[in-house]
């Protein structure tokens, strides 16, 4: 009997049982000291950071706090402030308030309306460095924008989870907001300030919409708009087809 050698008879292994992936080990960056310390041995200090919170919500002001650090002192655990849980966020602004120097700056609603929420909070800002106790040499601020400072700047984007100090005013800023908004609550009843701190949820859309805008909402934010209009109407303009009724009898009644 012939075989035929094309034909391949012999059988492969078993394929081995592929091992599951493992997860990917995601590394999360703290903020550290590390920029201020390089200019503290230059001889650079004060160093500060600053940060705002509230530059989204619908209500409410912008609230910007700076941050000067003490070396020896620097609380450990320091995060950007929407990373940490409420209960954090108060223990380390209190550790804070305890070792470090700071200052609380306010841009109210009228100034956002006035100015736009960019220029408010980049006011609200500079007017926290100005008012710290001795003034910075340098200063770090989150973002992308440099501030109008006596003092050199540098903007830090994500700063809040990079830099020590900025993590700080973001705590600062954060906390202390809340708590003003908890006062809000209690000034304007029914619209959830305590709850939502003013940001744009469906509960607070839902207030604005039944009880139209209070004192505290920012007058050119799309739904605060949308509510106005419902609330107080706008009266229509009239025309040049429009009959004025009340000119008419007045001049009917001259005439008579």
């Known amino acids: 009997m012939i075989r035929d050698k094309s034909r391949n008879t012999s059988k492969?292994?078993?394929?081995k049982p592929t091992a599951p992936a493992k997860p990917e080990k995601r590394i999360v960056v703290r903020p550290s000291f590390r920029r201020e310390r390089a200019l503290i041995k230059r001889g650079v200090w004060p160093v500060a950071g600053?940060?705002?919170a509230g530059r989204g919500p619908l209500a409410g002001p912008v609230v910007a706090a700076a941050v000067v650090l003490d070396?020896?002192?620097v609380p450990k655990g320091l995060d950007d402030?929407?990373?940490?849980s409420a209960e954090r966020r108060e223990e380390l602004f209190e550790e804070i308030c305890a070792t470090a120097s700071f200052s609380v700056?306010?841009?109210s609603p009228a100034r956002i309306d006035r100015d736009n929420i960019l220029r408010a909070s980049l006011?609200?800002?500079a007017r926290a460095v100005h008012a710290l106790p001795e003034m910075p040499r340098h200063v770090f601020v989150d973002g992308r924008d440099k501030l109008a400072t006596l003092c050199d700047c540098d903007a830090v984007i994500g700063g809040d989870g990079i830099v020590a100090s900025?993590?700080?005013a973001s705590i600062i800023a954060k906390v202390t907001r809340d708590r003003l908004m908890c006062q809000l609550a209690l000034d304007c009843p029914?619209?959830?300030f305590e709850q939502h701190k003013g940001y744009g949820v469906p509960e607070h859309l839902e207030a604005l919409d039944r009880l139209g805008p209070s004192t505290h909402h920012r007058s050119f934010f799309a739904p605060v708009v949308a509510a106005r209009l419902k609330h107080l109407p706008r009266p229509a303009e009239p025309d040049l087809f429009t009959v004025d009724t009340e000119s008419e009898a007045a001049a009917a009644s001259e005439a008579a």
Request: with cysteine; charged share 25%.
């Open 166 to 168: 900025i993590a700080a």
């Open 71 to 73: 070396p020896a002192r």
């Open 12 to 15: 492969k292994p078993p394929a």
């Open 105 to 107: 700056a306010v841009a």
């Open 123 to 125: 006011w609200a800002l």
């Open 190 to 192: 029914g619209y959830g």
């Open 81 to 84: 402030s929407k990373r940490l």
């Open 50 to 52: 600053c940060d705002e």
